[in-house]
């Protein structure tokens, strides 16, 4: 079998970031933390039919990478977190998420460790369906722990380690699964910049130790929720968080870095600061119902090409679209492909 997508290098390969919204039979539509509405086999059959559903869209609107849409996950943290031995669902405590608001979480009792695989099924599914190349999204150490009340190692440094340690484990697996490009979700690199420094990006480095698949880290200002857009505002005119950790992502061996950007305050010239990376660039706001046009995808992408080669781009969303309603969001990736495709043809045309 070849795979179209690594056989022929295409330029401006797309690929969403994560979610996707999940079919109505399946879960609540446009929630978070949606309880699933099927249970036992058929829930597992209706994950599966909901994963085939997203790889079809994808397909058919033109998205060069494909993802599972994250449709067997009830969320990108919780769910691998769930899997673990070590932490207690039941006994919740409540703290502040990313400095940003108060959540009841999980707490951590014992060492922690991971008996079997979490995706690995799910990854190996998604390998079935398409010829594409395919990613998958983990999420990072640093995000993890920030979810967590930890009264076993009581060091965040330590149980990140761990938890890349697990990480690793996962990833070998999934790339063994025929996994191209495994992705670490780190929306907690935008806020805990000494502790990026300091051990962080070290953590990664951990968890993405020894893949032949290629990395990515995904670094945003979250979800279109509340919450996260209330904080948004506080940032002023210029968000210039990326600033602290693209240079020592530039110097890490991470390989692709996933940024937002469309309708976000992010100084586009910060990408130079990661110059020689791959660049994951969010040319779709996740956080409106307002669906772009391919021209101003097409804007957004070119703008960049300023900061980063045209060989190294990789039109993406911002963030997932699981709180969007599922119209929307797929619209959106029509968006996407649209407007990478008015460039591509710009740049074939200025090269002949
Ligand atoms: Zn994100």
Redesign the pocket.
Known sequence: MTRAGSSTVTLLPTAI??SLPKPSWLAEPETLWSPWKLQGDALIEGKQDALRIAVQEQGRRGIDIVSDGEQSRQHFVTTFIEHLTGVDFDQRETIRIRDRYDASVPTVVGAVSREKSVFVEDARFLRQQTDQPIKWALPGPMTMIDTLSDRHYRSREKLAWEFATILNQEARELEAAGVDIIQF?E?AFNVFFDEVQDWGVAALERAAEGLRAETVV?I?Y??GIKANTDWKATLGSEWRQYEKTFPLLQRSSIDIVSLESHHSHVPLELIELIRGKKVMLGAIDVASDEIETPEEVADTLRNALQFVDADKLVPST???MAPLSREVALGKLSALSAGAEILRTEIATART
């Open positions: 970031v994560g979700d929306p995904h945003c979250g979800y911002n963030c997932g």
